[in-house]
């Protein structure tokens, strides 16, 4: 089992290594994709902290415990797979169901903490998307790792339709 190594005590300099061993700028796009998965990982946490629907739970800490997941395979972590997308489609669906026949309307973040936590982690997750669309172009990272990125944000406003409907 390899050492957890919290700081050298000599400064980066300002680059880290990722999960293969090899060393990056921290601006790198690749550290700035799974940095930003980070946060969203965080705001996702906070969401669940406050939520008492025990249902929005268990969606919140699957989403917590893919995203790992997520990071390590973008960290190049030897042997961490991609989590499921179907995950992600499952939680659109069920929103697109329990909104039929509603009117559409704009959401105001911040009527609740879960609500606001969520809209922030929606947010986080369109940043990495936009830092992970740079890792597609240039052939960093494979389709479907850019099509789960894709997808957060969209499972995560499906879950912020959900727990409206539940509340």
């Not at 990982?41 to 008492?52: E, I, M, T, V």
């Not at 917590?64 to 489609?89: N, Q, R």
């Not at 890792?135 to 339709?161: H, K, M, P, Q, W």
């Amino acid at each position: 089992m390899a050492r957890v190594v919290i700081t050298t005590r000599q400064g980066d300099k300002g680059f880290t290594r990722i999960g293969d061993g090899s060393t990056l700028r921290k601006d790198d796009p690749r550290v700035e994709t799974y940095g930003a998965l980070d946060e969203c990982q965080a705001a996702l946490g906070c969401a669940r902290a406050f939520c008492r629907s025990e249902g929005i739970r268990g969606k919140i800490h699957r989403l917590e415990e893919d995203l790992k997941f997520l990071m390590g395979y973008i960290a190049k972590y030897p042997g961490v797979e991609l989590p499921p997308i179907k995950t992600l489609e499952e939680m659109v669906e069920e929103a697109v169901k329990s909104s039929e026949g509603r009117e559409f309307k704009f959401l105001t973040p911040g009527e609740n903490p879960v609500d606001a936590f969520l809209h922030l982690a929606r947010t986080i997750a369109r940043r990495a998307e936009r830092w992970a669309v740079k890792l597609l172009l240039d052939g960093e990272i494979d389709l479907d790792c850019y099509t789960y990125v894709n997808r957060l944000s969209d499972a995560i406003y499906a879950l912020v339709l959900i727990y409206e409907e539940e509340k």
